[in-house]
């Protein structure tokens, strides 16, 4: 048996607001926007993440989104599917007053590798 670590798995977790954020009153955003911070500190310290970047786009696209595009990405490099699993429940459990972030968010994980020419590969002379 080998000794080599395997490689983490590439994820793209993609993030979209739903409408049910967009429906709070004027100025009553605060509270999904604390637990939705919360949430990403909770994805940083998750064992077996480690968080290469984000990206958020409020700028260009206003709205809920439920599909591409998406309304902000989360690049990490993760040990496991169950971690990936872990990260996407925390939208599940992280509160918001007496709901859920998945109330006002949801997230989808697109599980790949680093891009890199695979060692299968016949490169020729």
Not at 27 to 53: C, Y
Not at 66 to 86: F, H, N, S
């Amino acid at each position: 048996m080998s000794d080599t670590k395997t490689a983490p798995l590439r994820v793209l977790f993609c993030i979209g607001i739903n409408q049910n954020f967009f429906d709070l009153p004027t100025g009553q955003g605060g509270l999904v926007w604390k637990a939705f911070s919360g949430m990403m500190d909770a994805v940083a310290d998750t064992p077996g993440v480690r968080v290469i970047g984000d990206i958020d786009d409020d700028s260009h696209m206003v709205g809920p989104s439920d599909g591409w595009p998406w309304t902000c990405y989360i690049l990490a490099d993760v040990d496991t599917q169950e971690t990936v699993k872990a990260v996407c429940n925390l939208f599940r459990t992280t509160p918001v007053g007496e709901y859920t972030l998945w109330r006002y968010a949801k997230i989808e994980a697109r599980i790949g590798r680093a891009l890199t020419v695979r060692e299968d590969v016949d490169l020729g002379a």
